[in-house]
């Protein structure tokens, strides 16, 4: 099915499944322990063994040399296999590094080695016997040193690197206010529940892989590159993913080397990555400095933006697009931006939640905060009086729907904003000082081509086959609903099976496109099924009514079971995007509001309530989409005050590569959160009208808070995360 026009109504609008706070359908399995993710697979009948993985212990330079012979003499071990035994490896397109590396180390913690043996603990064991001595190379670890060599990266996710409109220069002169700041965004870690982690079994010459991976297509792919085989003789098996966060977009050395193990050893080899290795083995969000310029009229009307990105990665790596959201975000005539990319020998950076948007509405979002404190304008005013209702940089394109004015104004009412005290550090309650922050969340909206197949059996069920992810996401349960809603059956007739890569290719899950993609893949496929349907019945499909089992048409009526008859039906098909993506500016919004307490005394800053309001088409279940806003509400908490990855700027490496010195919000972190969706639709988006919330929830997060600790304070800090060191010293005195 190719959409290409506006959505009519359609079958979905009828809202008796689709729309409802369902709760999840996979949720028992996950709460029993019953759902199979990676690490839990084995093959009863098949002796399974362990790799344990060896990382280099230098971040650039060439192994010299490399002595197996103590950890081939361990207990257990069946094999190892290194870049030297491996045979010759293909690189994934889309990972920067290589996954086994060696002779050349391009980053720390890149794989050299996986030792395969017998048990988990006798592995672990022998790859702590494996020497290995490196010859190393410079490298560049700091991106504060190396940015005046930062370069023009060319084109960004399709987007041109550089934009500009009018006269930015001259404008930001002429501004009767001016903002002039530098903010800077550390290395953050997807740091998600569960560890990469694969069991690769081979049959002769075709392989099959269990792992965590949010895009199944990719990860096929990715193997099949890597080991040169033709991708039909590989299988990617992906049910239950533990969190990915963008850390499981690609193929990582845990599915190759469980691949290459279990070719060594002819065993099924089962490799989780531990924790420490985590940090360094894989990709991570990248840093960035920020520059921001903001000039404005004397009735705060902003006349100019510019927005300058520094980010750096490896060679053949991409920039963060931090700049994004500015070219879209706010009205002025006079705009720039521009992105630029160092060469850094830190570990692969690549995408974690909203990337570009994230990171780039951490210091956008407190440059409003600064520009409406110099205007003397309230900060939901300010955002609001410079709203646009245009591509800023291409007038003649509209938003397909754009509520962020909505959302502002129904946020401010809701969180209690008028009690905020337009002057800082005024508010006290008891031991703590009390500010609110706000600030806007933009993510755009993508859509990505996705397949389905669905089978009606003669018992009136609907199977759903799809490469789709849930990675935690809530996917089977909204496609469940599509599913059912379409053919009108309750929910519990619906079978859904998800992350195989012998089902049709869907979106998967990422860049929050896949809720709206692969619903509207199942939404085709449905369709497809329901002709199926009514041709069988002799039914007439245009208007044969879809309704508790039955399918009916004119006065005729038919159990849907009966259609299938004892072979069953089935129907397959893709949605694919036309142009409305082009010609109508595809965006999410929302508002983000917190409360903070900082404590007076010591600068603990404390998360006291926090609101965010979503604009984001069709909702399709309230209930999995709240949980996604309020994760990335939390992981906002975690950017704004935690999380950092440290750079040992000498040796080139994450120093806090564990759970322990890498922290992020926990349970007594974060307080009660609400979440509001508005009601909207949006038509232009697919069939569904829906559009992906998973990503809105963390973008602006981080600003609010920091404008919050501002409020609460009046110190600003521009530099994340806000930890109680950076305001210490500043600190009002205490009364
Ligand atoms: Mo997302 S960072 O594309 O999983």
């Known amino acids: ?118 048990t988990f603990e006798q592995a672990r064991a022998a790859a702590a016997l494996v020497r290995v001595a490196y010859d190393t190379d410079k490298g560049a670890f700091d991106l504060a040193a190396v940015k005046e060599e930062a370069k023009n990266p060319g084109d960004v996710m399709g987007s041109p690197p550089d934009t500009s409109v009018g006269d930015f220069a001259a404008a930001f002169g002429a501004a009767t206010h001016n903002v002039d700041a530098t903010y800077v965004t550390p290395d953050h870690a997807h740091a998600m529940m569960e560890p990469h982690a694969s069991v690769a079994s081979w049959d002769g010459d075709a392989v099959t892989v269990w792992t965590a991976n949010q895009m199944i297509d990719w990860a096929t792919d990715g193997l099949a590159q890597t080991l040169g085989m033709p991708k039909e003789k590989v299988r990617v098996i992906s049910p239950f993913i533990g969190g990915g966060f963008g850390g499981k977009l690609f193929l990582r050395s845990d599915a190759i080397l469980a691949a290459l193990g279990a070719r060594a050893a002819r065993r099924p080899v089962k490799v989780a990555l531990t924790r420490p290795l985590m940090f360094n083995n894989t990709t991570h969000r990248p840093a960035t400095i920020q520059r921001i310029r903001i000039g404005a009229g004397p009735d705060g009307r902003m006349t100019a933006i510019g927005h300058e990105s520094w980010s750096g990665d490896l060679p053949g790596g991409g920039p963060e697009a931090a700049v994004l959201q500015t070219r879209l975000l706010y009205a002025a005539p006079n705009r720039m931006t521009a992105m630029r990319l160092a060469e850094l020998d830190l ?43 245009v591509d800023p940089e291409k007038p003649e394109r509209r938003f397909s729907q754009r509520s962020l004015v909505d959302c502002l104004r129904i946020g401010a009412e809701r969180f209690g904003w008028d009690r905020r005290a ?71 007739h619906v079978v859904v099976r998800l992350g195989d890569s012998t089902f049709p290719v869907s979106s998967g899950s990422g860049g929050q496109f896949g809720a709206n993609s692969a619903t509207s893949g199942v939404y085709a496929a449905c369709v497809k099924l329901r002709e199926a349907v009514a041709g069988r019945l002799g039914f007439n499909s245009a208007d044969a009514v879809f309704a508790d089992g039955q399918v009916r048409s004119g006065n005729r009526s038919a159990p849907l079971a009966q259609a299938a008859g004892t072979d069953g039906l089935i129907a397959e098909d893709a949605i694919e995007f036309g142009d409305l993506a082009k010609t109508h500016q595809q965006s999410t919004f929302g508002a983000h509001f917190v409360e903070v307490g900082v404590d007076a005394a010591t600068a603990e800053i404390r998360v006291r309530r926090m609101l965010a309001v979503c604009a984001a088409g069709r909702i399709l279940n309230p209930k999995t989409a709240r949980s996604q806003v309020i994760g990335g509400m939390t992981m906002g908490v975690g950017g704004a005050l935690m999380e950092e990855l440290a750079v040992d700027t000498k040796r080139g490496y994450f120093v806090n590569h564990d759970l322990a010195g890498y922290e992020v919000p926990v349970h007594a972190d974060i307080p009660h959160q609400d979440v509001i969706f508005l009601d909207e639709t949006d038509p232009m988006s697919s069939p569904m009208k829906a559009k992906g919330v998973g990503e809105l929830g963390i973008c602006g997060v981080a600003a609010a808070v920091a404008n919050a600790a501002y409020n609460a304070t009046g110190i600003r800090v521009r530099q994340y995360p806000i930890t109680l060191d950076k305001l210490l010293d500043r600190m009002p005195d205490v009364a």
């Open 1 to 118: 099915m190719k959409f290409d026009t506006p959505a009519g109504q359609n079958h979905n609008d009828q809202l008796k499944v689709v729309g409802k706070p369902l709760d999840r359908i996979d949720g028992k399995f996950k709460t029993t322990g019953t759902a199979p993710y990676a690490n839990d697979w084995h093959d009863p009948q098949a002796k399974l063994a362990y790799g344990s993985v060896v990382g280099a212990t230098i971040a650039k330079g060439r192994i010299r040399s490399m002595d197996l012979a103590q950890a081939k003499a361990a207990p257990g071990v069946l094999a190892i296999v290194t870049a030297e035994t491996a045979g010759t490896l293909g690189k994934a397109k889309l990972n920067t590094a290589k996954l086994l590396g060696g002779p050349r180390i391009e980053h720390y913690h890149q794989a050299v080695a996986v030792v395969v043996a017998e």
């Open 347 to 389: 570990p692969e950076g690549n995408a974690m939640r909203a990337p570009g948007e994230a990171p780039g509405l951490m210091a956008l979002e407190i440059a409003m905060d600064e520009m409406a404190e110099k205007v003397g304008m309230d900060p939901v005013r300010f955002r609001i009086l410079n709203d646009t209702q």
């Open 422 to 492: 337009a002057i800082p550090g005024q508010v006290r309650d008891g031991r703590w000082r009390v500010g609110l922050g706000v600030a806007a969340a933009f993510r755009n909206n993508m859509v990505l081509k996705s397949a389905a197949r669905v089978r009606l059996d003669d018992r009136g069920r609907v199977t759903v086959e799809t490469d789709m992810t849930d990675i935690g996401n809530g996917s089977y349960t909204i496609i469940a609903q599509t599913a059912a809603e379409m053919m009108g059956v309750p929910l519990d």
